[in-house]
């Protein structure tokens, strides 16, 4: 599906914000019909949402280019809201639904049924649109293993910080949340790792705190996420340079491809030494995969 570092949730009910969704970078356009948008105003935003994604779509054939991800954030499993949500917003444009507050697999797997069943009634192709379910609960967190390979649809998997406190009766001031969240936190992007799927961490609410944001790009990477949910623009530049390979990362990745394809190729050993440390066929894997998300940023 291409890069997923960022994640922008654009609500469905704000036509200058959908408007304005039509120039944003992010790699993800995320148009939201749950949180954002009132209970009296998701018949409004699917109808709006389903006009932007037409407009978008007409524009990516003049100009024979896609550069973004387009995704639809439904209700969550248990509003009864989700056949409505998708009977309106999957057609041709659409590239992914998120599915909030999913806390087993047996709701994924309901939810892949109808957007087959809609695609074959819409002539897209089968199997094109992708689920990312979300995971908000602490029964989500203990299933987000079963949940992330429970289908072929998944690509990723999210995190969903405010909405697993609030699960877990966790009140917390201001950012004092850290310790409260940092096992499922953690947990996310291991279970998505071992299902073969991306994990996109979860917001940073304050986005007047760019250090803050910073700080916690940086600690959501460390943990192993391969991307953000923002709720600004101004977030998402920040986003992409902590997700992406730095010049130093690429020019070791590009020092340790050179050092073992030589090695191979004079038959040597398969560890070398660069620079002063061993390498092995473990660094080459790594050195390869940052070189190759390189090239997936620039598409």
């Not at 819409?122 to 979300?134: A, C, D, F, K, V």
């Not at 908000?136 to 999210?158: Q, T, Y």
């Not at 009766?169 to 992007?189: E, F, G, Q």
């Not at 996109?200 to 250090?211: L, Y």
Request: with cysteine; net charge negative; proline share 4%.
């Amino acid at each position: 599906m291409g890069s997923s570092r960022s994640l922008i949730f654009i609500p469905g009910n704000n036509q200058r914000f959908l408007e304005k969704s039509k120039g944003i970078n992010s790699d993800i356009i995320c148009y939201d019909l749950e949180d954002s948008v009132p209970p009296e105003k998701k018949d409004v935003a699917r109808g709006y949402i389903e006009t932007t994604i037409k407009e978008l779509q007409s524009k990516n054939k003049e100009i024979d280019k896609r550069e973004r991800i387009i995704a639809v954030r439904t209700n969550s499993p248990g509003s009864g809201q989700i056949s409505t949500d998708l009977n309106k917003v999957v057609i041709e444009g659409l590239d992914a639904i998120v599915i909030p507050k999913v806390d087993d697999a047996s709701q994924i797997l309901e939810i892949s049924e109808l957007i087959a069943k809609l695609e074959g009634e819409r002539n897209i192709p089968t199997g094109h649109l992708r689920i990312m379910p979300s995971i908000e609960s602490a029964l989500g967190v203990v299933n987000a293993f079963e949940i992330a390979r429970c289908n072929e649809r998944v690509s990723s998997i999210l995190f969903g910080i405010f909405d697993f406190l609030h699960d877990m009766k966790i009140d917390t001031p201001h950012m004092d949340i850290l310790n409260s969240y940092m096992y499922a936190r953690a947990k996310v992007p291991v279970d998505a790792r071992a299902a073969g799927v991306d994990s996109i961490d979860s917001i940073w609410q304050d986005i007047n705190d760019m250090n803050g944001l910073n700080k916690d790009l940086k600690l959501g990477k460390k943990f192993g996420y391969t991307g953000k949910c923002i709720i600004h623009p101004s977030q998402i530049d920040p986003v992409h340079k902590i997700f992406s390979p730095s010049t130093q990362d690429i020019e070791w990745a590009e020092k340790v491809v050179q050092a073992l394809d030589n090695a191979q190729k004079n038959l040597a050993t398969g560890a070398v030494r660069l620079e002063g440390k061993m390498i092995d066929a473990v660094h080459y894997k790594q050195a390869k995969r940052i070189l190759d998300s390189t090239q997936l940023t620039k598409q």
